[in-house]
């Protein structure tokens, strides 16, 4: 990563060999695989999904920008947060986050998915970034609305899961009002 991208309370950096055990404390939980296509992980999908990870990473062509949210308290993995460039031409890109249940609710998500808009727009040069999330995610759809992000449709039956086919909702977020937004938390408005 170019720059640290951190705010008073955690911070992203590229994630490492060792992380699996701290990634597992959390993709092991059912509650947080509850919305996702995997999960619960075992040990050895937590491994695997890092041992991914650090692959993407050292591509130079890279297109996966995935970061271990590191909580600056107690110096603890609590979760990760990503982006990935979807199409190169249109400069498109999606986010995603997840964290462990402990840190749920103070806003933490919200500014990890602020921290990956931003980092888009400015360092990737993207003209819009989008995300999606299960209809019945109330939390990650409050997420994407506080991020800035809006709701711009529902994509139907569109993510196998393990009991059927999933909907997803679609929010997103232009660079003018990125550009807009930012002025705007600059000026104090």
């Keep these: 990563m170019e720059t640290e991208l951190s705010t008073h309370r955690f911070y992203l950096r590229e994630f490492e ?15 947080v695989s509850r919305y ?12 695997t999904y890092v041992k991914q990870l650090l692959e993407h990473a050292a591509k130079t062509d ?12 107690n110096g ?7 982006l990935f460039l979807q199409d190169a031409v249109n400069r498109v890109g999606e986010i995603g986050y997840i964290l462990h249940p402990d840190y749920w609710g103070k806003g933490i998500a919200t500014e990890v998915a602020e921290l990956l808009i931003g980092y888009g727009f400015s360092k990737q040069g993207l003209h ?6 299960d209809p019945a995610n109330a939390g990650s759809k409050k997420v994407l609305q506080k991020a800035g992000m809006m709701w711009e449709g529902t994509l139907r039956e569109n993510l196998r899961m393990k009991d059927g086919w999933r909907d997803s909702l679609i929010y997103g977020m232009l660079e003018q009002e990125w550009q807009s937004r930012s002025a705007s938390s600059w000026l104090g408005e």
Excluded: M
Aim: charged fraction near 25%; charge should be negative.
């Design 76 to 82: 603890q993995l609590i979760g990760a947060g990503e």
């Design 128 to 133: 819009r970034i989008f995300a999606t999330c």
């Design 36 to 47: 996702q296509p995997w999960g619960p992980n075992t040990e050895e999908d937590s491994r």
């Design 62 to 73: 890279r297109i996966q920008f995935a970061y271990a949210v590191v909580w600056k308290e």
């Design 17 to 31: 060999k060792g992380d699996w055990p701290a990634v597992h404390r959390y993709a092991a939980l059912e509650a």
